[in-house]
C-alpha cells in the first residue's frame, strides 16, 4: 500500500514555545477551575452518580437498574476520582486539566505536521483558551474527554492515511470507536470512515483488508458494550438509548410552536417539555428505557411529518445554533455581566472563524488535490460534516461543538499562517505539506 513521498520534515520545537503553551493551558483552564471550586459537585447529566453507582453497586446503571441511557466511557473515567469522596471534586479538576493539557499538546504536534510552522502556537493556544472548552471544564459533563478523543482520531486517521496498513487501520478503527463509547455522536463519522478508508488502497484486496482491520478495530473497543446491552437490553446497542430524547426534544410541538411564533432572541422555556416527559418516560426496568427511546422517537418522526415545512426551518435554526458566534441567550432575565460575556465570546468566535475561513480556502486550493484527501485535514472536515448532519435533526446548541473546536484552531491557524505570508510579500505557509 502506497507510502505518502513528501513528508514534511519537522524542525525541533522551540522550547520556549512548548513551555509557554503548558503554562498557558495551565492558568487557563486551571485558572477557571480554580475560580469556580463548587462547580464539579453538580451532576447535571447524571455522569457522577453513574460512576458512584458503578463503584458502589458494580452496575453501569440507576440503583441496580441497568441503564444504556447515558455512554460509558466518560464514567468510567470518572469511577477513580469519585473514590477520593470529598475531594472528588479536585480528582475530577485533575482529570480534566490533565485531558485538556493532552488536547492541547496533540493539536500542538498535528498542527506542526499540517506545516504550519510557529503558527502551531497559535492554534494550540486558541484550543487552550476556547471559550467552550474553559467553560466545559467546570462541569461534569463529555465535553473535555470527548475533544481529545477527536483529536485522537484525527491523528490515528492521519497516521494510517499516511501508509496505510492492517494494523494502522485497526488502530484507527479503534480511536473512533473509542470516541463513540464517550459521546455517540461519534458514530456515524466512524461508520463513513470506515466505508471511506478503505479507497486509500490500489487494489479491492488491500481495501478488503482495510475495512476488515478498521471495522475490527472499532469492534474491539465497542463490542463489549454491544454485548452487555444484548445482554441487558436484548438489543446490541452500539451508542446510547439517548437519542429519542435529544430527537423529541428538538421535534415536539412546543417547540416548533416558539419557533413559529416566538420573538428573534427569545428563550424557549423547555421545563414544561421536560416536566410532561418525565411524567411519562418511567425507568423502572431496562424494558421501560427501551421503550422510552421508541416512543421519544415515534413522537418526534410524527410531528416532523405533521408539520414538514417547520421541520426544515427547525433544522437550519439547529445548524445556526451549533455554529454560532454569538451563544445563544438561555435566561429571559440575563444581566448584564453575563450578556456581555457573551458578547466577547462572540467576538472572540468570530475573529477565529474568519481566519479558520480563510485558512480553510488556502488549503483547499494550494493542495494536491489528488491526494488531499487522505490528510488529517479531509478527516476533520468529514466530522464536522457528520456532526453538523446529525445536529441539524437531533437538538443542538453550541456547546456542542466542543470536540470541533481543535479543527476550527487549525484552520485559523493556517488561515493566521496564510495571511501573514501575504503581508511578508512571500508565502510563509506552505499548505501542500500539510499532510500528517
Not at 479536585?90 to 488536547?103: D, F, M, N, S, W
Not at 470507536?177 to 463513513?192: D, E, M, N, Q, S
Not at 421503550?291 to 416532523?304: F, G, K, P, Y
Amino acid at each position: 500500500m502506497g507510502a505518502s513521498s513528501d513528508r514534511p520534515t519537522l524542525r525541533p520545537a522551540p522550547k520556549w514555545g512548548v513551555i509557554g503553551l503548558v503554562v498557558l493551558t495551565l492558568l487557563a483552564r486551571g485558572g477557571v477551575l480554580a475560580f469556580t471550586p463548587g462547580s464539579l459537585r453538580s451532576d447535571p447529566d447524571g455522569y457522577r452518580f453513574l460512576a458512584e453507582n458503578l463503584l458502589a453497586r458494580g452496575v453501569f446503571g440507576y440503583n441496580q437498574i441497568p441503564t444504556a441511557y447515558r455512554p460509558p466511557l466518560y464514567p468510567l473515567l470518572l469511577a477513580p476520582c469519585v473514590a477520593f469522596g470529598p475531594l472528588s471534586h479536585v480528582a475530577v479538576a485533575i482529570l480534566h486539566l490533565v485531558l485538556g493539557l493532552a488536547t492541547v499538546w496533540l493539536v500542538y504536534r498535528l498542527a506542526r505536521r499540517w506545516g504550519l510552522g510557529p503558527y502551531a502556537l497559535l492554534a494550540a493556544a486558541l484550543v487552550a483558551c476556547d471559550p467552550i472548552l474553559l467553560a466545559q471544564s467546570t462541569v461534569v459533563m463529555t465535553e473535555i474527554a470527548a475533544t481529545l478523543l477527536a483529536v485522537v482520531s484525527l491523528v490515528s486517521l492521519g497516521w494510517a492515511s499516511e501508509r496505510p496498513s492492517a494494523h494502522r487501520a485497526m488502530t484507527a478503527g479503534g480511536c473512533l470507536g473509542l470516541a463513540t463509547l464517550c459521546r455517540a455522536t461519534f458514530l456515524p463519522w466512524t461508520v463513513v470512515a470506515a466505508v471511506v478508508f478503505p479507497a486509500l488502497a490500489r487494489t479491492w484486496n488491500e481495501r478488503l483488508a482495510l475495512f476488515g482491520s478498521f471495522v475490527a478495530g472499532a469492534a474491539v473497543v465497542l463490542g463489549p458494550w454491544a454485548v452487555r446491552n444484548q445482554v441487558q437490553f436484548g438489543r446490541p446497542i452500539l451508542a446510547t438509548t439517548h437519542g429519542g430524547y435529544t430527537l423529541l426534544l428538538g421535534n415536539n410541538p412546543s417547540f416548533y410552536d416558539y419557533l413559529r411564533r416566538g420573538a428573534w432572541g427569545t428563550v424557549w422555556d423547555a421545563d414544561e417539555f421536560n416536566r410532561n416527559w418525565a411524567a411519562r418516560a418511567t425507568r423502572a426496568t431496562p424494558a421501560d428505557e427501551l421503550r422510552n427511546d421508541r416512543l421519544a422517537c415515534a413522537e418526534a418522526w410524527q410531528t416532523i411529518r405533521r408539520q414538514p415545512g417547520m421541520f426544515v426551518y427547525s433544522c437550519f435554526i439547529r445548524v445556526g445554533r451549533l455554529w454560532a458566534p454569538l451563544p445563544h441567550q438561555i435566561d429571559a432575565d440575563e444581566g448584564a455581566i453575563r450578556r456581555w460575556s457573551r458578547y466577547l465570546v462572540g467576538l472572540w468566535y468570530g475573529v477565529e472563524f474568519v481566519l479558520s475561513a480563510i485558512g480553510a480556502v488556502a488549503l483547499s486550493r494550494k493542495r494536491n488535490h489528488g491526494q488531499s484527501w487522505q490528510s488529517a485535514w479531509f478527516w476533520g472536515i468529514l466530522l464536522a460534516a457528520c456532526f453538523t448532519a446529525v445536529h441539524a435533526v437531533y437538538w443542538s446548541n453550541l456547546r456542542m461543538r466542543a470536540p470541533l473546536m481543535p479543527l476550527v484552531a487549525l484552520a485559523a491557524g493556517a488561515g493566521m499562517a496564510r495571511l501573514m505570508g501575504g503581508m511578508k510579500g512571500h508565502n510563509r505557509f506552505n499548505s501542500n505539506r500539510l499532510r500528517p
